[in-house]
């Protein structure tokens, strides 16, 4: 999977453009694939990566310690849901291929409660698997209909359109970048504010 999201994930990253000592959360750190990266440009302090799955958390450790060595950037266990920081908290937020994996009714949910925990004027910067556009059209309504049939397969990932509930939470969206075709997946990237 790591290669099909490769290109949006470094999009991301490069649109996130966190300094050293801002306050980053990565919502789903996952395998820490983009967490390690930032952290061994911009240094760990400062830096949190949350995923629900202890596992997933192991994996990110040992990732950091390959990628960063030296950085002790911070992992928890927790839920998007119901973060532990102090309203206006954090200066921005990575979230790649989180939102198309929570059930629909938890999306916004979950952002109206990252955009609690930023600053004003703090960013996030939402990365995912989005309907595909032009020649990649095809494959997101193959994929789409395939996951209403076997959902597991796809590790309860879709296709979703971020904009509407960034919105919805109450975020001012900045922009949007659309990759697909040989880049990988049929993918978005949206930078948006508090």
Request: glycine share 12%; with cysteine; charged share 25%.
């Amino acid at each position: 999977m790591a290669v099909h999201q490769a290109r949006v994930k470094e999009s991301a990253i490069e649109l996130l453009a966190r300094q050293p000592g801002e306050w980053l959360l990565e919502a789903g750190v996952g395998t820490a694939w983009a967490f390690g990266r930032i952290v061994a440009v911009t240094g760990g302090h400062r830096a949190i990566g949350l995923d629900v799955a202890t596992g997933m958390l192991d994996v990110a450790c040992d990732a950091i310690a390959q990628r960063a060595p030296g950085e002790r950037p911070e992992l928890m266990l927790g839920d998007g849901a119901r973060l532990p920081f102090r309203d206006g908290a954090l200066d921005c937020v990575l979230c790649t291929y989180t939102l198309d994996v929570l059930p629909s009714e938890s999306i916004t949910p979950v952002l109206v409660e990252l955009r609690r925990a930023l600053r004003d004027g703090g960013r996030i910067v939402v990365a995912g698997l989005t309907d595909g556009e032009g020649g990649d059209a095809a494959f997101s309504e193959d994929w789409r209909a395939r996951y209403i049939a076997d959902p597991e397969y796809f590790g309860g990932a879709r296709p979703l359109q971020a904009r509407p509930h960034l919105v919805e939470a109450g975020f001012e969206v900045i922009e949007r970048h659309y990759s697909g075709g040989d880049a990988g997946w049929p993918s978005e990237i949206v930078l948006a504010r508090r």
